[in-house]
């Protein structure tokens, strides 16, 4: 029997994360040979979830539906998630970095007193060896990682490896299985949406971040205005949280996310040490101050000096037109 | 109530990293409280002051641990424990960090214990989640607001921007997020005051675990910087021609768009 690796599936708003497919990438590359055997839990049917993971590169998927897993909790999820380890007793699990990934997969590793590699942006076979790196001190340095002993086990990073092709001719088991589920210890009273009215930080592909430059609350509608023409995100620096600006979620830097979009347009940001960490590994970088000597240019692919407010809307307009006659 | 805080101390955020022979260099690097540690330690100090009992402040690390260990009881902290680990052959992982408190929560009676959400240096995240699993209670990560009332506790939990609004019981772990609080600058008198509370220092041999049960799972094989980024372009000419050039860049050679 060939070994199998499992690859717990997240979703958002009843739609599946990228960073699903990601993490089923990740999981051939951990052994490719192996199948791969995708987990889903929630509380609806979620058959065309696992439909779609199956199309993405999964080769079966076990999904679990229960009442108490309509929202995850650790609890929840950590009994379903266990149950089916449990039954497969894989070699291997990949999950998603993601805010589920970083609270559930410490629990599973805990218990089975196994190691964890989070946070992973780069897996290689050195031999037969599997080497992950990931970044340390916020992406000032990186390191490679191997497990020693027991199960494979890492979450990986949005936005790194790059998804298979999804490919609709593929097809694949589907089985529903039935876990018990006992008390949870946490109830969920409330969730409230604040962050749902654009493109999750951590995952975008264009991060539009702003700075003190940007001066006020009010001045950052025109970067929404940018980065939703671009599909993409907003963020900000410490300095513009802290001056209440905007929510500290939005924060990007040593504390705050790290984000590694294919676009970063930092606005009035100075670039200071703390935030570069935060996103110096984007692919492409422009920067937009009106300081010549910000620090922020040292770092940035493409640089405009101006004034924030006059270039970001042109900067609008233009994207928009080339998005018309494209 | 017995308030425990778990504290790391990493490199100050203004640190550049410097890579030899596959490590990082810490000689003549600013230690500091992990930041996401502070707010810890001020909600348990918070906590502490409205409803009684007391704030321990346990960390691993090394005689230099004790800097950090002040300066969170001069916050105002009750009592420190420096569990030292300098002599212990092998390099742990979270892993071994967790077994290691696992073995030092054993006697404890616990009601809240507090962590960062996440250590600013490695990163990973787990200790938190798994110690509380060890130690068979409830927890909660990146929490924004804690409120407890007798042995309940209503928490605001950050999900990547969304707030959860959760209610649970004591005994708890939580790991503390940004805007959780403001933590406060150690006062004079506080500083005066922390040379004089107690600081127990314990070594592996004190707890009730063998060397062997520290076996880690994973292994750092590699630290390397990354590629040091050339310095872009800064375009010329009025804003207008400016902004045309970089879309037209943006989509030609960077092919972003």
């Known amino acids: ?326 | 109530m017995n308030i425990y805080v778990l504290l790391k101390k990493t490199f100050d955020t203004e640190e550049k990293i410097v890579v030899s022979d596959g490590r990082i260099e810490d000689d003549g690097a600013e230690f500091i409280i992990n930041p996401y540690d502070e707010y810890a330690v001020e909600e348990a100090i918070k906590q502490r002051d409205e409803h009684g009992g007391e704030v321990s402040v346990v960390t691993i690390g090394d005689e230099d641990s004790e800097k950090q260990l002040r300066t969170a009881l001069a916050m105002g902290a009750d009592k420190a424990v420096l569990i030292n680990i300098e002599e212990t052959q092998e390099e742990g992982d979270q892993f071994t960090t967790t077994k290691i408190l696992e073995a030092f929560f054993e006697d404890k009676e616990v009601d809240l214990i507090l962590a960062g959400n996440v250590a600013i240096d490695e990163a990973s995240g787990q200790v938190g989640p798994r110690l509380a699993e060890r130690l068979g209670i409830n927890y909660v990560t990146t929490i924004t607001n804690l409120e407890i009332d007798g042995d309940t506790a209503k928490i605001d939990k950050d999900v990547e921007g969304d707030v959860e609004k959760i209610e649970t019981s004591l005994p708890l772990l939580v790991t503390c997020q940004q805007g959780l609080n403001e933590p406060r600058y150690p006062s004079l008198p506080g500083i005066m005051k922390a040379k004089k509370k107690p600081l127990e220092e314990l070594e592996i041999d004190d707890l009730d675990l063998d060397e062997d049960e520290l076996e880690p799972k994973t292994k750092t094989v590699d630290i390397f910087l990354p590629p040091e980024k050339e310095a872009g372009r800064v375009l010329e000419g009025e804003i207008d021609a400016q902004v045309k050039e970089l879309v037209s860049l943006l989509r030609n050679e960077a092919k972003v768009l």
């Open chain 1, 1 to 326: 029997m060939s070994e199998k690796i499992l690859v717990i599936g997240e979703s958002r708003d009843g739609v599946l994360r990228n960073v699903t497919f990601e993490a089923i990438a990740a999981a051939k590359k951990v052994n490719a040979g192996a199948e791969v055997v995708g987990v889903l839990c929630g509380k609806e049917s979620l058959n065309s979830q696992a439909q779609e993971m199956i199309y993405y590169g999964a080769d079966r998927v076990v999904t679990v539906s229960h009442e108490k897993l309509a929202t995850y909790t650790s609890d929840g999820y950590g009994q379903a998630v266990l149950a089916i380890i449990d039954d497969e007793n894989p070699s291997g699990i990949v999950m998603g970095h993601t805010a589920v990934g970083k609270d559930l997969t410490p629990k599973i590793a805990s218990k089975l007193e196994i190691g964890l590699i989070s946070d992973v942006v780069e897996i290689n076979l050195v031999g037969d060896q599997v080497v992950f790196t990931r970044p340390i001190y916020s992406g000032k340095a990186f390191e490679n990682k191997i497990i020693t002993e027991g199960l494979v086990f890492a979450t990986v990073r949005p936005n790194n490896i790059q998804s298979l092709d999804r490919d609709d001719s593929r097809s694949g088991e589907v089985v529903e299985k039935t876990v018990d589920i006992s008390d949870l210890r946490t109830v969920i009273k409330e969730v409230l949406r604040k962050a749902t009215d654009g493109v999750d930080l951590s995952e975008a592909k264009v991060v539009v971040a702003g700075g003190r430059g940007v001066k006020s609350a009010e001045g950052f509608k025109p970067l929404y205005e940018l980065a939703d023409v671009l599909g993409g995100a907003v963020g900000a620096s410490r300095g513009a949280c802290d001056a209440d600006y905007c929510d500290y979620s939005l924060q990007i830097g040593q504390t705050g996310k790290v984000v590694t979009p294919d676009l970063y347009i930092a606005v009035g940001i100075s670039g200071a040490i703390q935030h570069l960490a935060g996103m110096s590994n984007s692919k492409v970088i422009v920067a937009i101050n009106k300081d010549p000597e910000a620090n922020i240019f040292n770092v940035a692919d493409y640089g405009i000096v101006g004034d924030l407010f006059e270039v970001i809307p042109i900067l609008t307009e233009e994207i928009k037109n080339l998005k018309v006659n494209a």
